[in-house]
């Protein structure tokens, strides 16, 4: 299996457990293949390889950073930015445009990622069905359009604004998952139930119910869903936004996964993950074990996680993985 990483330092790609840098940049947030091209958005912009990742061309999308890219229908891309932004490829990714009525919601709104001093809300989560569009902002909650991005509604999954991964159940867009933080501006304490975690809607965003009862830790970032049933839904969860492998105790991090639809939750780690020293940034479903996913840390390490909590090291020593795809 032959994988890409997408970490604090640039693209790698992994064969046979061995790592070579193809792209030198800094924080590649999302690495994706779309048509037979290789995406890597990163925090300068988004770049895009035809030749397997031998090559890269920076597109007209730059001087951004790139979170998320998405495929809508007929070659249409899009890709959420920070400062909040959403953008529509009509090329499959040669070219890019500005959706402006997201960028100009979130001036009117202010929004922003509530620390001293503030900084640019960023638009880290996507979903695409034909015309409807969800966009997770960080921090300023979900903005969907039933028209491709002409008008917007906003909806805050429990009053939480803080949005960081949207996906939707296999075949059924109106269930969608959404994984949420800390960052409220109602002085909710970090750690009250209900206040951060993963949240259900099974209207199509409208509304939302609270998943993540009794489970800790709170803070939840990355997730993934199987496409296999029984559509396992796995969502790694931490402390607090800056838990890491740094801090004395470690990230303290956790795996859980749910198998119905976020009802009830199990934990993926096994003796040396529960929790995990290192914190988890980059995750996906991994195609070739059912049940399976793969899993990046902030200590440069990629682990293939079988669905009942068998760990296997695939690649060590690269920075720190916050995205990953296989090829």
Sequence with gaps: MDLFAGTSKGVFQITDG???KVLDCRGVREIVCFNGRVFAGTGNGLYVSDDGGASWLLTTLRDVAVWQIRQGVQGKLYAGTAPTGLFRSEDWGYTWT?????SRLAKEKGWCIPVDPPLPAAARALVVKDERLWVGVEVGGIAISQNAGETWSVVLPGGNPDLHMIFPFPGNEEILFASTGYGRLDGVADMVEGNAGVFRSEDGGNSWVYTWEGVTPRYSRPMCIDH?????????SAP????????ELGA??????SEDRGDTWHSLGDKDHSPSHANFHGLT?????????????DTGEIWSVSGHAEWELLVKD???????TCV
């Design 18 to 20: 061995i790592a070579k």
């Design 98 to 102: 500005e959706v402006e009525s997201l």
């Design 228 to 236: 296999r049933p029984p559509f396992g839904l796995t969502v790694a």
């Design 240 to 247: 607090t936004a800056f838990s890491s492998y740094r801090q």
């Design 252 to 257: 303290e991090a956790m795996l859980f996964r």
């Design 285 to 297: 479903v991994n195609p070739l074990v059912p049940g399976g996913i793969l899993v990046g840390t």
């Design 318 to 324: 690269i920075p720190a993985v916050v995205s990953i």
